[in-house]
């Protein structure tokens, strides 16, 4: 589905200016971030699988904290045991040596453990998983009954074709028109396979952006501000499905 080469991956972006409202605390010994909506209702909730920067990312408590504003309880967990790429790295950094220490096997139990306590503990009753870039391909291997129950990714990374003919709930994806990562023909393929299910799906493609967008994009650049906002909106997330 998505292109694993990830060279270029998460290489540059802007950091975005504001304060974040919500806060840190642990899952278990999972460092994460939640932030509760106004009425700190927690019944629906969303599940933020991040990109390789992480949960202390102020761009993506930022996007946390616009999620609770609309009504969702956000829970975003350390995936990555404080090993995060920082954005803009330093050059020679090597990314794909870096995701060695980062796949299923390290990663999947982080998931497992947040999934457990926010449905036993915390009172989710309806988990909505939104993944950006690495997080992408984790919101498709759980979009599952009692794991989550709807999905939406922007510039996934990393899906294989089966993770994503393994899907068993609504699906949005959110895609740039120039990705070096989930390219035009990848996107083709994903539009195959997704058709071939029965779940409902949506794909939009978002002109002016590149991969990252979602998190990392120029304000100050009205079309990618745009874009960004427009996949904030309920039916771009697929949580009409709540």
């Not at 540059?12 to 840190?24: D, L, R, V």
């Not at 994460?32 to 990109?51: E, G, H, M, R, V």
């Not at 299910?197 to 990392?216: C, T």
Request: charged share 20%.
């Amino acid at each position: 589905m998505t292109s694993n080469q990830l060279a270029h991956c998460c290489t540059i972006g802007n950091i975005h200016e504001g304060q974040a409202k919500g806060q840190i605390s642990k899952v278990g010994n999972i460092s994460t971030y939640f932030a509760y909506p106004a009425d700190q209702a927690t019944k629906n909730a969303i599940l933020i699988l991040t990109d390789v920067p992480g949960h202390q990312f102020i761009n993506a408590q930022l996007l946390a904290d616009q999620f609770a504003a609309r009504g969702y309880f956000v829970v975003m967990p350390d995936l990555f045991n404080g090993d995060v790429v920082p954005i803009n790295r330093p050059e020679g950094f090597n990314i794909m040596n870096w995701v060695q220490n980062h796949m299923p096997p390290q990663t999947e139990p982080i998931i497992e453990a947040v999934l457990k306590d926010m449905r036993e503990n915390l009172g989710c009753e309806r988990i909505g998983g939104v993944g950006y870039c690495f997080g992408g391909k984790y919101v498709c291997r759980y979009l599952k009954p009692g794991k989550l129950d709807v999905g939406f990714t922007a510039h996934p990374t990393m899906v294989e074709p089966d993770e994503l003919r393994g899907v068993e709930g609504p699906l949005s994806i959110a895609a740039a028109a120039r990705d070096f990562v989930f390219t035009t023909a990848k996107r083709y393929e994903s539009e195959q396979i997704l058709d071939q299910l029965d779940v409902p799906y949506q794909i939009n493609l978002f002109s002016d952006v590149e991969h990252g967008f979602a998190v990392r994009c120029d304000l100050a650049e009205p079309r990618q501000r745009f874009a960004r906002s427009r996949r904030l909106t309920k039916r771009s997330v697929g949580l009409t499905c709540f």
